[in-house]
T-cell receptor, first 111, second 121 residues
Framework: QSALTQPASVSGSPGQSITLSCTGT?????????VSWYQQHPGKAPKLIIL???NRPSGVSNRFSGSKSGNTASLTISGLQPEDEADYYC???????????FGGGTKLTVL | QVQLQESGPGLVKPSQTLSLTCTVS??????????WGWIRQHPGKGLDWIAY???????KYNPSLQSRATISMDTSENQFSLNLASVTAADTALYYC?????????????WSPGTLVTVSS
């Protein structure tokens, strides 16, 4: 069982905006602004798309944005495109002995 | 552009030690501000971090694997390595090496392609 909770699957239509959630505790998501998001296409390595809650690495589309409220972080994808279909994982730095925790991932399907 | 490539056996017998090496190109592992780490992914499952290390040897381990994992660096070869002792079938996974931001989120910003390691007799 993963430390952070993500919905197993979400779906959306091209052009739509969709938000993925990542729920933790006051020891991780709620403790710091240190949440990251990764996108993973089948058979590929994960790709960092958001760090420190809302910062996009160079080269990542501005259709991806991150936010946080309390113990829940969110990833919003606007203008959904077919190539956005992938697995999305969140992670957070933690005050616990675990140091770094991941979510179980959300499978995004673009209908 | 930093690139990482892991190498090592794809098949390890139970109770033996899994050994993987990650070679970094396009950047130096002595570069300040970054750790270098290992992550694994069981087939069809999520991501688990294993360990990360700074160029001076300072390392952090996932407590669930700390008793069996050892991460090390060879700065002369621009490589870092993972040893995981006493493996079982539960260690069968896709193993990635990655560069890690040294502060904040500890985000993994550059990844290797991944190598499947199977534990089987």
């Amino acid at each position: 069982q993963s430390a952070l909770t993500q919905p197993a699957s979400v779906s959306g239509s091209p052009g739509q905006s969709i938000t993925l959630s990542c729920t933790g505790t006051s020891n991780d998501v709620g403790a710091y602004n240190y949440v990251s998001w990764y996108q993973q296409h089948p058979g590929k390595a994960p790709k960092l798309i958001i760090l420190d809650v809302s910062n996009r690495p160079s080269g990542v589309s501005n259709r991806f944005s991150g936010s946080k409220s309390g113990n829940t972080a969110s990833l919003t994808i606007s203008g959904l495109q077919p190539e956005d279909e992938a697995d999305y994982y969140c992670s957070s730095y933690s005050t616990s002995i675990s140091l770094l925790v991941f979510g179980g991932g959300t499978k995004l399907t673009v209908l | 552009q930093v690139q990482l490539q892991e190498s090592g056996p794809g098949l390890v017998k139970p109770s033996q030690t899994l050994s993987l090496t990650c070679t970094v190109s396009g950047g130096s592992i002595r570069e300040g501000g970054y750790y270098w780490g290992w992550i694994r992914q069981h087939p069809g499952k999520g991501l688990d971090w294993i360990a990360y290390i700074f160029y001076d040897g300072f390392a952090k381990y996932n407590p669930s694997l700390q008793s069996r994992a050892t991460i090390s660096m060879d700065t002369s070869e621009n490589q870092f390595s993972l040893n995981l002792a006493s493996v079982t079938a539960a260690d069968t996974a896709l193993y990635y090496c990655a560069r890690v931001y040294g502060s904040g989120s500890r985000a993994f910003d550059h990844w290797s392609p991944g190598t499947l390691v199977t534990v089987s007799s």
